[in-house]
């Protein structure tokens, strides 16, 4: 079962954390500082798997983490997942937000938080593997955005029509 899905940048500052277990705030940034200085520290000519922090679980669960230009992609699990099939799938999460934002850097997490967050949602959900296929996810993704869309354009609508109302009663009752 996944535990957590971490991302954070080359400073160690979080872009996107995700928990399917329980922990106070306090404890989420603990993880997230712990496991930032677990994997920095690593040389790059070593494998992306690693033994948990002691505050995810220790040695019951394994950290899998993937470094993409100045974003780690850290994965925690336990030791049921399989290593190989958790890198695969930071692969497909990298290549779809690749898709979804042509080209997806830094910048694309901190603004589009929600549709990275909606992305995640159709891959996995409650710690458990929902979807691997990047095309259904990514069809997926738009619909929810075009749904999304079309509801705020229902809104600004509705709010038009009612100030166009509120004017026209303003009218009525100055003219009375």
């Known amino acids: 079962m996944i535990k957590a899905i971490l991302i954070f ?3 160690g500052k979080p872009r996107l954390s995700k928990f399917y277990e329980h922990y106070t705030e306090d404890t989420e940034q603990q993880i997230i500082r712990e496991t930032f200085h677990l994997v920095s520290k690593r040389d790059e000519n070593i494998c992306n798997f690693l033994e948990g922090g002691l505050l995810i679980g220790g ?3 394994k950290l899998i983490y993937r470094h993409y230009a100045t974003l780690y992609f850290v994965f925690c ?3 049921s997942e399989s290593e ?3 890198l695969d799938l930071i692969q497909v999460f990298v290549e779809t937000l690749d898709k979804c934002f042509e080209n997806v850097c830094e910048l694309d997490l901190i603004f589009h938080m929600d549709k990275v ?5 159709e891959m996995v959900m409650g710690g458990m593997v929902l ?3 990047m095309s259904e996810i990514i069809t997926q993704a738009e619909a929810h955005n075009k749904m999304e ?3 705020s354009e229902e809104q600004v609508s ?5 100030s166009a109302l509120d004017r026209k009663q303003r009218r009525c009752i100055v003219s009375v």
């Open 131 to 133: 979807e691997t296929n």
């Open 149 to 151: 869309k079309s509801e």
């Open 77 to 79: 699990v336990d030791s």
């Open 84 to 86: 190989l099939g958790i």
């Open 117 to 121: 967050h909606n992305i995640l949602a």
């Open 158 to 162: 509705v709010g038009f029509l009612a």
């Open 9 to 11: 940048n080359n400073h």
């Open 59 to 61: 040695s019951e669960n």
